[in-house]
C-alpha cells in the first residue's frame, strides 16, 4: 500500500504522532535543523546580496539518509515543523535538501489525532515570507556575533562572544545595577493608628494621609514626634465613610513570556527549564489505555487568543463544575505586535484536569500542567468580587485613612490567582501579606478609640534587581528578541561570565561591565535598545511579506561596517580589575583577588605573576559531604566537564558527577542526588536509584541549591 511521509523536527514528537495515526502515514523526524551557516566562516556573502552558505550540520548524514529513502518511496511528503518561523525555515531546508518536487507544509498547533488528521486534511505550500525572515535573523545574528567577538578576543580576552539581543540584555542587567550604586536613599515616615470601635471588634489600622490642608509627608524622627505630640490626647471620629463593588478580572491564557514570568515566580523554576517541560508536554506523554497525547498546544506564541471549540468546551466545563454563575467567557485582546498565527498556550483538553493527570506525570510536568490549566479555565470564569469600604477618620487637624475589602463572589479566584513580582506589593485593599481585611460598621460622626499610635521610620528603595522572571518581563515590553529567544539569552550571559545570579537575582560582573561599556560606545546602533527593538518591527514586516529582507540587511550593514573598521583602529587593549576578597596568599601573604579567566572565575593571588598560586572559585551546593561532612562544591575538570565534590579535598576524596543536594532519603539515608533522565531532570538517593524523592524545589530546579 502506497504510503505518505509526515517530517516533524522531534522524535518525540514523531513517536506521539506515529501512535495514533493509520498506518498509512509514516513519521520520521530531522532531529532539529538539518543545515546552518558554517561554523568556521562567515558562510554570508556581505558583497553580493548578503547570500547564505548554508551547510549540512555536522553528524546528521544518517538522519538525511533515512529521510531521503523514505521520501523516495512516499507518495505524499507533508512537512509538519513547529508553526513558528525556525520551523518554516527547517520545513525549507529540509524541502531544498531532500529536493522534493511537491512538499506539503501543515501545522500542528496541538499534538492530537483530531489536530493531525485536520492539518493533513489542509497542506499548505511553504511560507516563504517567514522563511525570509528567520534567515534575515540568522544573518544579523551571525553578522554581529561573527564581526564582533574576534574584536573582543583580541582587545579584551579570548573566548568571549557578542550577540545582536544577548549584549542589549547584558546592558539592561549592567545599567540597573549603576542605577542601584547611584541610588541615594530618602527617609520617610508612616503612622499608623489601631482603631477599634467601642465594643465592636478587630481592631482595624488605618493611615495618616493628611495633616491640615496637606498631604501627610514626614521625613525626619523630629517631624514624627510633633505629631505625635499633637495626637496626643485628640479624640478619633469618622468623617466619611465609602463603599463601592470592586470587580477584579482574571489574566488571560499563557503566552511564551508569562507562562517563563509565572512558573518562576509560583514554581521557582529557570526559564530554561519552564520550556524543557512545556516542550514535553506539548509533544506527548503516555496516558496509558488513552494512548500518548500532547497535553498543551504549542508553547511558543505571543498571542492570548483562543479557538472557539477551547472556550465552549471550557464554557460547558465551569458550568458543569461550578455553576452558571462562574462562567464568564472573556474573549483576550491580542497584543499590538504580537503574532497570532497560533493560540495562547492551553491544555488539549480542558476535561483532562491535573488531577487526572497526575498519575501520568512527573512532579514538576504535573506541576507546570497545573498552572497551564488553571490559568486558561480562570481566564474564562467571572470576574471576582469584593465589597470595598473606605473610611476618613478624623483626629484634630491629622486625617486618616482605613480601607477593608471582603470578597463578595469568588470567581476566577476559586481556581486561580496570578502571582507578584515583588512579594509586599499588594492592591489597596488588602493587609499585611495581601489578606483583605473586613472593617467594623462604621458610620459618619461615629467616634472611635484609639488603642495605639505605630510609627514606622522608612527608606525609599532603588529599583531591584532583575530576577528571570522581571528580565523576561522587560525584554517583552521593551520588545527585545522574542519570546522563544529568551530562555537561549538567559543561559548564554550567564554562561559567558557576563552576569551572575546571587538569591536569584542578576548581578553584572566586572567583564559584564566592561564589555557592556566597550560596545556601547563603539556600536551605538546594537547597543540600543530602541534600534534592537524596531529591528524586531521590521523583521515581523519581512514574515508578512511588507519589507524585504536583503535590503533590511543592507541598510544595517553599512553603518555596522563603519562602526566595526573604526573599533579595530581605535578600541585599546582592554584590562578587567580584579575583584579583592578577604583572603591572604597562603604562600607570599600578598592579598588573594578573583580573576576571570577563559573558563570563568577562579581566585589567584594579586602578586602574579611573580606568585602563581590560584585556587578554583568553589560554588556550594548546601549539601554535605556523606563521607566527612564537609561542604558539597562544585568543581570542573581538565575537560571542563562539571562534577561535586568535598571542598576538603585532597583530605576527603568524595567525588559525584551527578548533583548532590541537601537532605537525606527517607527511606534508606542516603545522600540525594539530582540525575538527568529523558523526562526531565529526577531527585534520587545515590544509595539505591529505586527510590525516587519529591521534596520541594527538586528535581525540577537543581539550580536553586546554590551551585549556580
Known sequence: MAKSLIIVESPAKARTIKKFLPARYVVKASVGHVRDLPKSTLGVDVEHDFTPKYVTIKGKGDVIKELRAAAKDATDVYLATDPDREGEAIAWHLAELLKLPNPKRIELHEITK????????????????????????????????????????AKVRAGLSA?????????????????????????????????????????????????????????????????????????????????????????????????????????????????????????????????????ITYMRTDSTRISEQAQQAARDFIIERYGETYHGG??????????????????????????????????????LYKLVWERFVASQMSPAVFDQTTAEIEAGRCVFRATGSVMKFAG????????????????????????????????????????????????????????EATLVKALEEKGIGRPSTYSAIVETIQARNYVEQSDRRFLPTELGFAVTDLLAEHFKDVMDLNFTASMEDRLDKVADGRQDWVDLLRQFYGPFATALATAEERLPRLKIEDEPTDEICPTCGRPMVIKTGRFGRFISCSGYPECKTTRPLLKETGADCPKDGGKIVERRSKRGRTFFGCANYPQCDFVSWDRVIPGRCPACNGHLVVKQRRGGPVTLCAANAEHEVSQAGEPGEPEEVGAG
Open 163 to 295: 550577540g545582536r539581543v544577548q549584549s542589549v540584555t547584558v546592558k539592561l542587567i549592567v545599567d540597573r545595577e549603576r542605577e542601584i550604586r547611584a541610588f541615594v536613599p530618602e527617609e520617610y515616615w508612616s503612622l499608623i493608628a489601631h482603631l477599634e470601635r467601642p465594643g465592636t471588634p478587630p481592631v482595624f489600622p488605618a493611615e495618616l494621609v493628611q495633616i491640615g490642608v496637606e498631604k501627610a509627608s514626614i521625613v525626619s524622627q523630629e517631624q514624627a514626634d510633633d505629631v505625635l505630640r499633637e495626637l496626643d490626647g485628640a479624640s478619633y471620629r469618622v468623617r466619611s465613610v465609602r463603599k463601592r463593588e470592586q470587580r477584579r478580572n482574571a489574566a488571560p491564557p499563557f503566552t511564551t513570556s508569562t507562562l517563563q514570568q509565572e512558573a518562576s515566580r509560583k514554581l521557582r523554576l529557570r526559564v530554561r527549564r519552564t520550556m524543557q517541560i512545556a516542550q514535553g508536554l506539548y509533544e506527548g506523554v503516555d496516558l496509558g489505555k488513552d494512548g500518548t497525547v500532547g497535553l
Open 114 to 153: 483530531e489536530a493531525a488528521l485536520e492539518a493533513i486534511k489542509h497542506p499548505h505550500e511553504i511560507d516563504r515570507n517567514r522563511v525570509d525572515a528567520q534567515q534575515a535573523r540568522r544573518i544579523l545574528d551571525r553578522l554581529v556575533g561573527y564581526k564582533i567577538s574576534p574584536l573582543l578576543w
Open 412 to 467: 476566577y479566584t476559586k481556581v486561580y490567582e496570578e502571582g507578584r513580582d515583588d512579594e509586599g506589593e499588594e492592591a489597596e485593599a488588602t493587609g499585611a501579606k495581601g489578606k483583605r481585611i473586613p472593617l467594623p460598621p462604621l458610620e459618619e460622626g461615629q467616634r472611635l478609640d484609639l488603642q495605639r499610635l505605630d510609627p514606622k521610620q522608612h527608606f525609599t528603595e532603588p529599583p531591584p534587581r532583575f530576577t
Open 330 to 367: 472573556k474573549v483576550y485582546k491580542v497584543r499590538e505586535g504580537a503574532q497570532d498565527a497560533h493560540e495562547a498556550i492551553r491544555p488539549t483538553s480542558v476535561a483532562r484536569t491535573p488531577e487526572s493527570m497526575a498519575p501520568f506525570l512527573k512532579r514538576d510536568e504535573l506541576r
